[in-house]
């Protein structure tokens, strides 16, 4: 019973964390308008599994000593923001063409991996899991696995939703007019998030 206490409430704060909008969802949401739900599974994975090593480190208390040194922290902001901004700038002219046309490609399984520890939000969700909500299990790697187990599974699927969202809005994005006022408001909501990270 006090187990099943425990995983209760990771379970929903793990659902929670992943499916409201965020750096990786906005990125996820752009790459299935841009590619197709299918080409965009490698980033999706790549989010996945990169946030999976960051639980693993926030679990056995790296994420604290993260947070305790300012500069570790600042550095981090400043890439996440940095690359967040660049992103918008991209955005800006999303192409709806073919890949070849376009000269783009979707982020890869190692870049989204590795985009997750640049990412404070992600850092926070992490720290905050790790020092709430994980299981009271002995030995320690088994509690660890668990949790990150189950905050993976959970996961995956809730940022397959927002790929899956901008998989299906490619089909209405055909006419030109639609195509600006959509990367109009992605553009915005990326400066959004690079901003928020400082806040």
């Known amino acids: 019973m006090m187990l099943l206490e425990t995983l209760l409430p990771l379970a929903v704060f793990a659902f929670v964390s992943s499916i409201t909008p965020g750096p990786n969802n906005i990125m996820l949401t752009s790459s299935g308008i841009m590619f197709g739900f299918h080409r965009t599974i490698p980033h999706m994975l790549g989010v996945t599994f990169g946030f999976g090593v960051m639980l693993v480190l926030c679990a056995v208390g790296v994420g604290s000593l993260v947070l305790a040194l300012p500069s570790i922290h600042v550095i ?62 002995q030995p320690i790697w088994l509690s660890i696995g668990l949790y990150c187990l189950i905050f993976s599974v959970i996961n995956l699927p809730c940022v397959g939703v927002w790929a899956a969202a901008g998989s299906g809005l490619r089909r209405y994005l055909a006419q030109p007019v639609w195509q600006r006022v959509f990367c109009a408001a992605m553009v915005l909501l990326t400066i959004y998030s690079a901003v928020s990270i400082w806040l």
């Open 76 to 137: 981090l902001k400043t890439l996440g923001s940095a690359y967040l901004l660049y992103l918008a700038w991209k955005l800006r002219k999303m192409s709806f063409k073919s890949e070849l046309e376009s000269g783009h490609k979707p982020m890869t399984f190692l870049g989204a991996a590795a985009f997750q520890a640049a990412n404070p939000k992600a850092w926070i969700m992490a720290i905050t899991s790790a020092s709430a909500f994980l299981p009271p299990l």
